[in-house]
């Protein structure tokens, strides 16, 4: 990377909008920052061997589809959890303790 790309990407980055409130003395103190960031960054990856940034070729991929028993189980465990009764957590109530109940049982399967 040339100076001159790493000065332009410091500058597109100095533009960001949480930096925009920051006294002079802050920003430069941000500057020198990305600065340093850069040279160490650099530093670091010319130290690494190229077979660490080898990229990997994903062969295949595939989702075990859960029994009903497995389903049924985690439902009635994250029930108890939230202390949410099974058929309000299938009726359409969107309230706050009902909609988290439903986002864990859709994270978790």
């Not at 049924?72 to 109530?93: D, P």
């Amino acid at each position: 990377m040339t100076k001159n790309k790493v000065f332009t990407e410091i500058k597109l980055a100095m533009k960001a909008g949480h930096y925009r409130d920051l006294s002079f003395k802050e920003k430069k103190i941000y500057k020198n920052a990305f600065k340093n960031g850069y040279k160490l960054a650099k530093i670091h990856c010319k130290k690494r061997s190229p077979e660490f940034y080898k990229p990997r070729r994903i062969v295949s991929y595939s989702f075990a589809k859960p029994s009903t028993r497995i389903i049924e189980s985690i439902i009635n465990r994250v029930c108890v959890r939230y202390e949410v009764h099974k058929k309000s957590l299938m009726a359409k109530v969107r309230t706050q303790d009902i909609v988290r109940a439903r986002n864990i049982i859709h994270n978790i399967l």
